[in-house]
């Protein structure tokens, strides 16, 4: 028994894609709490670097674990068995992974969970594995990689794992293992509700930052900018509400509030414009505004950050 007075869980094999913070901080904690975990790096220097070298993670989470075997090949990642595969990259992959992953996998399939930003993210996996081997996870949490290697954790909240009836109970193995870990995660049907609200707040200001290449913080105390912010706020939450979604009578003034605590850095979609990486901005600002299409609702302003950013990224 844990001190939740819950049976421990055996060991899981837990497969993680994606190096970056989120994939080390998955790694350290899964690890230390006793579950088989293998690392698969795009880059096959990560791979040889963090082959049985422990992650050090510090700040609101504190764990050291390493993965049992790291990869730089999809094949080999998938050799073993693996109950899960956590997705822990950019949404951009998602498509070049399962395609991969869908050419090499076993007989035994593994549930693969989208731990990323954005809305449909996980939609590539349902389609080639089944809604029995997809799950999605809203991840609220802010980390940075250290000079070390290891993963600083700068604030965090309880995360939310999609609840899958049709998954045979792995959807409840997987939040009871990340919670024994120390990851605080609840498991929620209304995910994509979640998903969604999430969606808005990177929206608003990832996407004025990537344009201005001004901090969050300079981005807030600007009048002009931080009404542009609200209005992308305002234009979300209608299209939302058009989907069903229900954030609250108070959703705009508390969104205002959360965004205005940004720091003196840039969200990480400002981050992937400043080193010309592809960005999150079709499955943010993007997918916001497709819908806002289809359903009938002006969003202007969204459509029109929506499409410098896809055009800065063009270049």
């Known amino acids: ?11 899981l094999r837990i497969g993680i894609v ?3 913070p989120i994939g080390r901080l998955f790694v350290a904690v899964l690890a230390q709490s006793g579950h088989h975990v293998t690392l698969l790096c795009r880059n096959e220097g990560d791979a040889i670097n963090l082959r049985a070298k422990p992650v050090n993670v510090t700040g609101l989470i504190t764990a050291t674990g390493a ?10 990642f998938l050799h073993g068995s693996l109950d899960y595969v956590l997705i822990c990259t950019k949404a951009a992959e998602n498509s070049r992974l399962a395609h991969q992953f869908t050419n090499c996998i076993g007989a035994e399939k593994p549930v693969f969970v989208s731990c990323q930003n954005g809305i449909d993210v996980e939609e590539v996996f349902v389609h080639h594995f089944g809604e029995a081997h997809a799950l999605r996870m ?18 965090k909240f309880a995360d939310i794992l ?3 009836s049709g998954a045979g109970g792995a959807d409840q193995r997987l939040g009871q293992a990340l919670n024994q870990a120390g990851i605080a995660v609840n498991l929620s049907e209304n995910y994509r509700q979640e998903a969604f609200r999430k969606a808005i707040l990177n929206t608003a200001l990832g996407t004025v930052c ?4 001004l901090t969050m913080r300079e981005v807030m105390q600007r009048p002009d900018l931080h009404r542009m912010v609200q209005e992308i706020v305002r234009e979300g939450a209608r299209v939302g509400a058009h989907l069903g979604f229900d954030f609250g009578p ?8 959360y965004l205005s605590q940004g720091g ?4 990480s979609l400002a981050v992937d414009i400043v080193k010309g990486n592809v960005t999150e901005n079709q499955w943010l600002a993007g997918a916001i505004y497709h819908y806002a299409e289809r359903l009938g609702v002006d969003v202007p302003v969204i459509q029109t950050v929506y499409y410098f950013i896809k055009n800065i990224e063009g270049r």
């Open 1 to 11: 028994m844990n001190a939740s007075g819950q049976k421990k869980l055996d060991p």
């Open 18 to 20: 994606g190096s970056g």
């Open 162 to 164: 999609s609840a899958n």
């Open 67 to 76: 993965a049992a075997q790291t990869f730089h090949e999809p094949g080999a």
């Open 210 to 213: 990537a344009i201005t290449r």
């Open 250 to 257: 108070e959703f705009l003034q508390e969104a205002m509030a």
């Open 138 to 155: 809203i991840l609220n949490v802010g980390c940075n990689l250290t000079t070390t290697g290891g993963v600083d954790v700068k604030f």
């Open 264 to 267: 003196d850095h840039m969200p």
